[in-house]
């Protein structure tokens, strides 16, 4: 059972959009902690790509977005590409486990 | 170029002990606190151990307290990972990463290509 909540799968057409939710609570992203997203492509390292809730590393395309509310962070995902399936990980800080707590991943199929 | 490569996993009985290491290039180590994240065939990720820049403060999670040792050696540009009393759940490919700094903090921004640790007799 992962701290971080998020949907095992999402799913969406090329061109649209999709967005993938991190559900945390008042220790971790209530508490004013950013949220993090990767991107780890198959039988790849995770790869940064949303750091702060908002910013993206250089070299990530703008079709991504970040942002945060309360206890909840999301990751938009513009114009979808085929090259974006695979999975993403949305991370952060928890203050009562003091360490780092990642959500169980989101398998992102592109139909 | 910036990078890290791990090193020093393989099969190992249960009960026994491993090390691995994680040779930093690129960077100055001693900017940065270091992490071990692992991932269990087929599943997510899960952070293990960090210790901040300069080694004074270490941390782990509650998976491997007690049994997992973080450190490094700065002038040798390398991080470790002591692991004792290994259980087949440890079982994973491990991870070094570099945590950032400023915006990036809690952050990982760098990461190996993992070297894969089996737990079986």
């Known amino acids: 059972q992962s701290v971080l909540t998020q949907p095992p799968s999402v799913s969406g057409a090329p061109g649209q959009r999709v967005t993938i939710s991190c559900t945390g609570s008042s220790s971790n992203i209530g508490a004013g902690y950013d949220v993090h997203w990767y991107q780890q492509l198959p039988g790849t390292a995770p790869q940064l790509l949303i750091y702060?809730?908002?910013n993206r590393p250089s070299g990530v395309p703008d079709r991504f977005s970040g942002s945060r509310s309360g206890t909840s962070a999301s990751l938009a995902i513009t114009g979808l590409q085929a090259e974006d399936e695979t999975d993403y990980y949305c991370?952060?800080?928890?203050?009562?486990?003091?360490?780092?707590?990642f959500g169980g991943g989101t398998k992102l199929t592109v139909l | 170029q910036v990078q890290v490569v791990e090193s020093g996993g393989g099969v190992v009985q249960p009960g026994k002990s491993l090390r691995l290491s994680c040779a930093a290039s690129?960077?100055?180590?001693?900017?940065?606190?270091m992490h071990w994240v692992r991932q269990a065939p087929g599943k997510g990720l899960e952070w293990v151990a960090v210790t901040r820049y300069d080694g004074s403060n270490k941390y782990s999670a509650g998976s491997v307290k007690g049994r997992f040792t973080i450190s490094r050696d700065n002038s040798k540009n390398t991080l470790y990972l002591q692991m004792d009393s290994l259980r087949a759940d440890d079982t994973a490919l491990y991870y070094c990463?570099?945590?950032?700094?400023?915006?990036?903090?809690?952050?990982?921004?760098?990461w190996g290509q993992g070297t894969l640790v089996t737990v079986s007799s």
């Open positions: 702060g809730n908002t």
């Open positions: 990463a570099r945590e950032g700094l400023n915006l990036i903090l809690h952050a990982f921004d760098i």
């Open positions: 690129g960077f100055i180590l001693s900017n940065y606190d």
């Open positions: 991370q952060s800080y928890d203050s009562s486990l003091s360490g780092w707590v």
